[in-house]
Structures are given as C-alpha cells and as structure tokens.
C-alpha cells in the first residue's frame, strides 16, 4: 500500500472515530440530561472525558496484531483476496469507513440511535463482494445474533431494576437524591464502556491497513490519536439524538434513567466478557429505556418511535453494505481510468 493511500486511511479512520463519539458517546448521558440530574454541559463534558479514559483503557488492555484486527473486523477473505493488491485493500477500506461516516451522518440527522459496528461490518461484506471474495457471512450472524440478544437483555433487566427501585423508593432512606447521584455514576459507567468497546474499531482498521503497507512508528499514538478523536466528537454532542432517547422514546423519571443506565453498562459488559462480539450502546441503551419506561406501564412508551428504531437497526447492514460496495465500485472505476 502507498504512503499515500495508508495515510488516507489513518486520516479516514481518525475522522470515523470523531463521528462515532458525536453520535453515539454523548447517548450515555441523553438520560442524565432528560431527567435534569446535569446540566447539558456538564453531562457532555463528563461523557467526553470518560470515554477518552474508556478508549485507553480498553486499547491498553489488547495485544494489538494484524490477526488480532482482521479477525476483529471480520475481514479474513477481503485481506485474502487483496495480498497481492495492497492498494485494492486500501480502497477497500477507505469505502467502508466512508460509507460507515455517511450512515452514522445520516441517522443522527434523523435523530435515530444507530451501530456503528453494524454499519461497518454490513459495509465490509457489500464491498467483500465487489472484490470478488467469499463474505464472512458467519461475522455477521453472530453480530446480528448479539444485536438480538442484547436489547431483549437490557429492555428485561431495565424493566426489572425499575420495578425494584419502585419498590425501594416506598422506603424513607431511598431519596431522590440519592439516585440522582447512583444515576450519575451509572452514566459514567456507560460512557466509559463505550469508549472501550468502540475504540477497537478504528485502531483494528489502521492495523489491517499498516499491515499491508508501510507499518507506522508504533500503534502507541495511533491509539492516543483515536482515544482523542472519540473524546473529541462527544463534546460536540448528538443532540439530536438525546432528544429522541431522552424525550421521545418516553417521559424519563430519574428512577428510569438509573434503571437504563445500569441495565445497558451491564449489557456492555456481558457483550465485552461473554458474548466475544460488541454490543451497540445505542442498542443497550435505547432498549433499556423501553425497558424501564414499559415499568410504569404500557402507556408509557412511544411505541411508534420505538418502532422507528429498530427499522433502523434491521435496515443498517443492509443499507451500508449497498453503500459501501457503490462507493468501491466508483473508486475502482475511477483508479482504471
């Protein structure tokens, strides 16, 4: 791969990992904000600031290889097909992240709360295809099958915690500022999760792609590079989508946003330590937010929007992989001529 090209992909990946952090980090405080427990600022820069020490965390906690990354990335039979084209592999993953860029841009338009690591493995296979190589179409089960598991866990166990922090709440030693204070702390647990799960995705694309070309000075500051960039797009917030987790989805109770956040920190963990696949934060924890709201009743979620996101989430790897494979096509065509 040429210097060129590897550069554009580290660049490419830098800039994934600022949008990741706009549009989802911020979603571990839309809670904390709805229920009024911070101020908006507050909760951004406290977000910010944990999911920079979650990324290096969670980076200082891997032995970082090219195996490492491909089997990460699900990327075994595109990394295959180009041994003997490395630049073919440099396009290959500049269309990925921008079509991952592009889908992540365009639901937190729409103020919905997507993955960005279903939308990146759905771009791989689209432009697995182009290439000519077999998909790795057991990736994307296992995926889809930790994409189904997770928001029924964090919708049940939400519902649960509610229930139990309803009953707790009867108690004159339960007061509404201690749970503002437990809420606090459980929104930092999210947003430290998810810098350690989604911090991986932008280090194992560099890694594939160094691997392939001429290796950097090192994966320490590409690591400190990415940690920034996630940090960096959580302060600037996904306002819109806290609005449609915080507001929208239901009328949050402070009781609620603790029972979410709890319920998706612990969703994140199992996905981290038990599943061997990363669970959306979105995913935890919009399904948590359900969760808890359907504890106070039916009534009390929007089940239309509701509705919204999860098309949303079925539609992601889909819509990516359609994406992701024009956008190589294009490149390809354009690099012939």
């Known amino acids: 791969m040429t210097p060129l090209l590897l550069t554009l992909v580290l660049v490419m990946a830098l800039v994934m990992a600022y949008i990741n952090g706009l549009h989802d980090a911020s979603n571990a405080v839309s809670t904390t904000i709805a229920t009024r427990t911070l101020r908006e600022s507050?909760?951004?820069?406290?977000?910010?600031?944990?999911?920079?020490?979650?990324?290096?965390?969670?980076?200082?906690?891997?032995?970082?290889?090219?195996?490492?990354?491909?089997?990460?990335?699900?990327?075994?039979?595109?990394?295959?097909?180009?041994?003997?084209?490395?630049?073919?592999?440099?396009?290959?993953?500049?269309?990925?992240?921008?079509?991952?860029?592009?889908?992540?841009?365009?639901?937190?338009?729409?103020?919905?709360?997507?993955?960005?690591?279903?939308?990146?493995?759905?771009?791989?296979?689209?432009?697995?295809?182009?290439?000519?190589?077999?998909?790795?179409?057991?990736q994307l089960g296992i995926l889809l099958l930790v994409s189904l598991v997770g928001p029924v866990?964090?919708?049940?166990?939400?519902?649960?915690?509610?229930?139990?922090?309803?009953?707790?709440?009867?108690?004159?030693?339960?007061?509404?500022?201690?749970?503002?204070?437990?809420?606090?702390?459980?929104?930092?647990?999210?947003?430290?999760?998810?810098?350690i799960n989604d911090s991986r995705l932008p280090l194992a694309v560099v890694v594939v792609a160094a691997a392939a070309g001429s290796p950097p000075g090192g994966t320490l500051p590409v690591m400190l590079a990415v940690a920034v960039a996630i940090g960096a797009g959580t302060l600037v917030g996904g306002h819109r989508i806290i609005r449609t987790l915080g507001r929208h989805l239901t009328d949050l109770t402070v009781a609620q946003g603790l029972a979410a956040e709890v319920s998706a920190a612990a969703t994140m963990s199992l996905g981290l330590l038990g599943m061997g696949s990363p669970v959306s934060t979105s995913h935890a924890l919009a399904s948590s937010v359900v969760g808890a709201g359907a504890a106070k009743g039916l009534r009390n979620v929007r089940w239309r929007v509701a509705g919204a996101i999860v098309l949303v989430w079925l539609s992601t790897p889909l819509a990516t992989a359609v994406l992701g494979a024009a956008l190589l096509g294009v490149m390809l065509e354009v690099v012939a001529t």
């Not at 600031?49 to 039979?77: D, H, S």
């Not at 500049?94 to 990146?120: E, V």
């Not at 295809?129 to 179409?137: D, F, M, P, R």
């Not at 922090?165 to 999210?190: D, K, M, N, P």
């Open 153 to 195: 866990l964090s919708a049940g166990l939400a519902f649960a915690l509610m229930h139990g922090l309803l009953r707790a709440a009867r108690h004159e030693r339960v007061r509404r500022g201690h749970l503002r204070f437990a809420q606090t702390l459980s929104a930092g647990a999210v947003a430290t999760g998810h810098g």
């Open 42 to 138: 507050t909760a951004l820069v406290m977000a910010a600031l944990l999911n920079l020490l979650g990324a290096l965390l969670g980076l200082a906690l891997i032995t970082v290889t090219a195996q490492w990354a491909v089997e990460l990335l699900g990327m075994a039979p595109l990394t295959a097909a180009t041994a003997e084209n490395p630049d073919r592999l440099g396009l290959a993953l500049l269309a990925i992240m921008l079509a991952t860029i592009g889908w992540d841009l365009l639901t937190w338009w729409l103020g919905m709360p997507a993955s960005t690591w279903h939308a990146f493995i759905g771009a791989t296979l689209g432009v697995t295809l182009v290439i000519g190589a077999a998909a790795a179409w057991e």
